[in-house]
């Protein structure tokens, strides 16, 4: 099925929602920080740090985990904590896509389809079954669910570039979250693990740098 | 066994790019910076002990805390209640009739380090504090600047 293009008054419209959701959710990010009134004094650092740890946990695991929202943690630390928080953030976002692409690539599917069973994900663990009897590329078509054939043909050409764009793609969370296409990605078993390294390391920084260097606020 | 080494390696890769974004991202922010002068160890403030009132410059909280000056160490209260640093040693200098006096304290399980620059004139002392903590991730720092003046009793639950 060949997606519809959608014309000039569309695109725009469609632009127009996206802009107002930003503006929404930047607005709902200052309101909620401000309700907080989350100022770190000498007598509540440690409950403070006691916090970022556990999550920064809760966002390594959540985030590895297919169809599983975790990203919201990330986001919510930046928000709370600004550019001081940006590079523990950037160095756990790359630590989870790569714990979720370990997990893919080097537990065999039938163990990994019976442990998303076992924790009660089945559309995780459904994922995995699609994906079980399926070639390396085929796994990969599954990230690109639904392009045009030739964003396909491309994807498989360039499938770093692809994993990059997928990791990225706003509403990636319907194919399985940055988690479910890490997975996905360790599961094909045509990405390797330092060529992987890399284009993570790379594809989760725009955020965290933003925040960082040009002092951007969520 | 090539697999184990495999995740190894991304395990080392993914420590290594954690560890290195740290140490290359985050800045470390000076403790305050004390005047230099003919520091030596104090002395002329002990025995008293000052009520202040000070201000965190970055939130704007107020905050109250007692200083207490003992046998060449120094104790703020408020210090002792979050992180147990104890009595530290404390350097003066004195212009005029002024003495300035400095001290940093060192938390033992939490790596806070709060250095404290004030002058007494009289019975008025104002005074200047960073306490910074240096977590692996991330240095904070509050400012606090307060003034103050003799403590009315000295406070009971501190003990040396």
């Keep these: ?218 | 066994m090539a697999q184990l080494f495999q995740i190894a390696a991304i395990a080392l890769a993914t420590a290594g790019t954690g560890a290195t974004t740290m140490a290359v991202m985050n800045e470390d922010i000076p403790d305050l910076a004390v005047p230099e002068g003919d520091w030596s160890a104090g002395g002329e403030l002990d025995g008293r002990s000052f009520e202040i009132i000070g201000t965190d410059l970055g939130s704007g909280a107020v905050l109250e805390d007692e200083i207490i000056f003992r046998d060449g160490t120094f104790q703020s209260v408020d210090c002792q209640e979050y992180c147990d640093f104890g009595w530290s040693a404390y350097e003066t200098k004195t212009v005029g009739d002024v003495i300035h006096f400095t001290a940093r304290t060192i938390c033992p399980d939490a790596p806070h380090t709060v250095v404290w620059y004030g002058t007494v004139d009289g019975d008025a002392l104002d005074v200047d504090v960073t306490w910074t903590t240096r977590r692996w991730y991330w240095t904070n720092q509050i400012e606090i600047t307060a003034t103050g003046g003799p403590a009315l009793m000295e406070h009971s639950g501190v003990s040396g």
């Design chain 1, 1 to 218: 099925m060949t997606p519809t293009v959608p014309g000039p008054a569309g695109l725009l419209l469609r632009i127009a929602i996206l802009v107002a959701v930003v503006l929404l959710a930047t607005w709902g990010a200052h309101a909620i920080r401000d309700a907080l009134d989350l100022q770190i004094r000498p007598d509540n650092e440690r409950q403070v740090h006691r916090a970022i740890m556990f999550g920064l946990v809760a966002y390594v695991g959540l985030l590895a985990l297919p169809f599983v929202p975790g990203a919201e943690i990330g986001i919510a630390m930046l928000a709370a904590f600004g550019p001081p928080i940006a590079p523990l953030i950037y160095a756990a976002t790359v630590a989870s896509m790569m714990l979720a692409y370990t997990i893919g690539r080097f537990l065999p599917i039938g163990a990994l389809e019976r442990l998303l069973s076992f924790l009660r994900m089945r559309r995780a663990a459904a994922l995995v079954a699609r994906a079980a009897p399926l070639s390396g590329e085929a796994r990969l078509e599954l990230l690109l669910h639904g392009q045009p054939k030739r964003a396909l043909s491309l994807g498989l050409r360039f499938r770093y570039v692809a994993l990059a764009m997928a990791v990225n793609t706003p509403g990636n969370s319907i194919i399985g979250g940055g988690g479910g296409i890490m997975m996905m990605a360790g599961l094909s078993g045509i990405f390797s693990p330092v060529a992987t390294f890399l284009t993570v390391a790379l594809a989760v920084s725009p955020v965290p740098l933003a925040v960082m260097f040009l002092g951007l606020r969520i």
